[in-house]
């Protein structure tokens, strides 16, 4: 649940690390930032309502996240395991990520999962170890993943080729248990990572995308709309 810091740029472009972090909030550098990245390839930047909203506060004392309009949404596509409070334009990109979600899922197990695992969402603070930047959290516009939980194969459904029989059965998808998974847990490995690449290969759902290869993300997806573009989700061996 540690979040990302604006000091992982450095490994996006190390030229732009000139000593101060307020280049961080300058959209030009923004954009500069989204078409240094690998993936996708085309990517500049959508409009999104908060891009304009400053991300620094005080480092000390009591901290003060900004006003934005917050909504409880329980997921259209996939229901979330509990509601979710988010930033209300942030619900938009979360259906998008629940499509992409369901087709992953029905391509690998035949059916889309009934609960998606959430650790987080809405949670006013600062990012760790960076005290003058608040968390996406903080504008209710970021979300932490940890898994999937299905149903059983409905009745008149059929599983993909090659796939085990157990699986008609109710199982759980977890990061942490299955982003490395072999043997019989292969095919979870699978799932995540191929519903990672899918969502890192859009620029209309998430600019921060965050796992397993960013410290302290074995266990979940963090996944948000910063007005930067971050992804270090893939050891650099598998990207
Ligand atoms: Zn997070």
């Not at 008609?168 to 248990?177: A, G």
């Not at 266990?219 to 650099?236: K, L, Q």
Request: proline residues 6%; aromatic residues 10%; contains cysteine.
């Amino acid at each position: 649940m540690l979040h990302h810091a604006p000091y992982r740029l450095r490994n996006v472009i190390p030229l732009v690390l000139v000593g101060c972090l307020a280049f961080l909030l300058v959209p030009l550098t923004m954009t500069a930032v989204a078409s240094a990245q690998e993936s996708p390839e085309s990517a500049t930047l959508d409009d999104y309502p908060l891009d304009s909203v400053s991300r620094e506060v005080k480092p000390t004392g009591r901290v003060k996240c900004p006003k934005v309009e917050l909504v409880r949404y329980r997921g259209d596509v996939i229901r979330y395991h509990k509601p979710v409070k988010v930033f209300v334009g942030f619900k938009d990109r979360l259906k998008k990520f629940e499509k992409v979600v369901e087709e992953v899922a029905i391509e690998v197990y035949g059916r889309a999962p009934r609960r998606i695992r959430h650790i987080g969402t809405y949670n006013c603070r600062r990012i760790g170890g960076y005290p003058t930047f608040i968390s996406e959290h903080g504008l209710g516009n970021g979300i932490d993943i940890a898994g999937f939980d299905f149903g059983r194969l409905p009745r008149g459904e059929e599983l993909p080729e090659g796939v085990s029989k157990r699986l008609k059965r109710s199982f759980k998808v977890r990061m942490l248990k299955h982003w490395d998974g072999k043997g019989r847990n292969a095919i979870h490995s699978r799932f995540l990572k191929t519903l990672a690449r899918r969502l890192i290969a859009r620029d209309d759902i998430f600019r921060v995308l965050l796992g397993p290869s960013y410290p302290g993300h074995k266990d979940h997806f963090h996944f948000d709309c910063s007005p930067w573009r971050i992804v270090e989700v893939f050891e650099a061996d598998e990207r």
